[in-house]
């Protein structure tokens, strides 16, 4: 049982960073010469998941166009599509943490 929330729980903590990766992102779509960010998420140990933010994906640059720097290089559909990944994701996950409740919660009823 504890394995099933630590592993919804690591899913909703990756789910969370990469949410609030794809909101800096959208936050700096105007900040001229941001580089946008991504999420990196990998299993771990038993299972849980890992995430880590860092550079955009290599060949993401900014470029000089008529003499200026381009504002950003935030793709607004890309991080659009990620955020509502992430609820579904974040929906999911927590559906396994309320079910695993309800059956811990069962099984003590049973026991007694």
């Known amino acids: 049982m504890i394995d099933i929330l630590s592993t919804a729980l690591s899913g909703l ?6 949410a609030l990766t794809a909101a800096n992102n959208l936050s700096n779509l105007h900040t ?5 960010q991504r999420a990196h998420t990998a299993s771990g140990p ?3 998941l890992a995430s880590t933010t ?18 950003s290089n935030v793709d607004i559909a890309q991080e659009a599509i990620g955020l509502l990944q ?3 994701i ?3 996950n927590a ?12 099984t003590i009823d049973l026991m007694a």
Do not use: I, L, Y
């Not at 001229?32 to 946008?36: K, L, M």
């Not at 860092?54 to 504002?71: F, H, I, K, L, M």
């Not at 559906?95 to 069962?106: E, L, P, R, S, Y």
């Open 13 to 18: 903590n990756a789910s969370r960073n990469r």
């Open 86 to 88: 992430e609820e579904k």
């Open 46 to 48: 038993g299972g849980n």
């Open 95 to 106: 559906a396994v943490v309320k079910t695993a409740d309800q059956m811990q919660k069962t």
């Open 32 to 36: 001229s010469g941001f580089q946008s």
């Open 54 to 71: 860092g550079a955009s994906v290599p060949g993401e640059r900014n470029v000089v166009q008529n003499g200026s720097r381009e504002g």
């Open 90 to 92: 974040t929906k999911a």
